[in-house]
């Protein structure tokens, strides 16, 4: 099952189709004129499309001064692609192919954002969220304090006051060395794999408001360790993690449509190489030799 929990990219659209096209935009009925070059409009649409396009261009621009540079970029794509449509480069066989892969390239995208993208809901990620959540086996997690100490004649004496009714936090203050001490060796919560694994293990084995009775040796020194807390770890809030439900729900969405489309198309591979490398992506699941034959960010 894919892992919701953990960043994934989507299905995005390439910068270079739509910058290419800039140049055929139609003046839309009520589209402010922003500039004119050499008698042709340049609208805010325009300008909309290029701040979209170029956004990783301009990532590092202050938000004032992008306008700017999306209007300069314009400009020149305009002038140039006039230099090269006067030389007649728009008529050679090379230049009528890449036209119709950006074509092509462009379609792609528009497919993706109004037949799947837009089909992923507010509702469906939340319901996605919901089900994972449901489907979890919750893993344990302890809330727990400790005193470090260098040696483990300080953690015995250390546990001989505990065992005399001495305040767990006023000694960790006092006595603990690490920097957990300022707030009475609280950890906090932690689950398995967090510590290392002798702290880990004898913190587990022991039940909330009870602390070790002998000395926990780690790299670090001599552990007395009192856990305050045991519980269900918690699964992370939908609001920290909705992005990434919908960026799954993208891809399984961007799949299926990829898969059934192949299933049902005539697909013939002519180059032998190309047949060999493509054949075990083939294969896997999840139509994953589309990653490598579609735009992704």
Do not use: C, W
């Not at 997690?141 to 250390?158: C, F, N, Q, S």
């Not at 609280?186 to 913190?203: I, K, R, S």
């Amino acid at each position: 099952m894919n892992n919701p929990f953990r960043r994934m990219s989507i299905v995005g659209i390439g910068a270079a189709t739509a910058m290419t096209l800039l140049a055929g935009v139609a003046l839309a009925q009520g589209d402010k004129v922003v500039a004119t070059i050499n008698g042709n409009a340049v609208t805010e649409t325009d300008l909309e499309i290029a701040l979209t396009d170029l956004d990783q261009q301009f990532a590092q621009l202050p938000q004032e001064q992008r306008r700017a540079a999306a209007l300069s970029a314009l400009i020149e794509i305009r002038l140039l692609s006039a230099e090269a449509e006067a030389k007649g480069l728009a008529d050679t066989d090379d230049f009528k192919r890449r036209m119709e892969v950006l074509r092509q390239r462009a379609l792609h995208s528009a497919y993706i954002e109004q037949e799947v993208a837009a089909k992923v809901t507010d509702e469906a990620v939340r319901a996605e969220y919901d089900k994972q959540v449901a489907a979890m086996t919750p893993a344990k997690e302890v809330r727990a304090r400790h005193i470090l100490v260098p040696t483990e004649e300080e953690a015995k004496a250390i546990i001989a006051d505990l065992d005399k009714g001495g305040d767990f936090e006023a000694i960790a203050k006092e006595k603990s060395q690490d920097g957990a001490a300022a707030n009475g060796g609280d950890l906090g919560y932690f689950g398995a794999g967090q510590m290392v694994p002798d702290f880990e293990t004898a913190a587990f084995a022991l039940n909330a408001g009870e602390y070790s009775k002998e000395p926990v040796k780690t790299q670090f020194g001599f552990h007395v360790i009192k856990v305050e807390d045991k519980r269900d770890q918690q699964p992370p809030a939908f609001e920290q993690v909705q992005g990434q439900f919908r960026s799954l729900l993208l891809r399984q969405s961007y799949f299926e449509v990829v898969t059934n489309l192949r299933e049902a198309a005539n697909v013939e591979i002519t180059d032998p190489a190309l047949k060999a490398a493509l054949e075990p992506a083939d294969e896997g699941e999840d139509g994953g030799e589309a990653e490598d034959g579609h735009d992704h960010e």
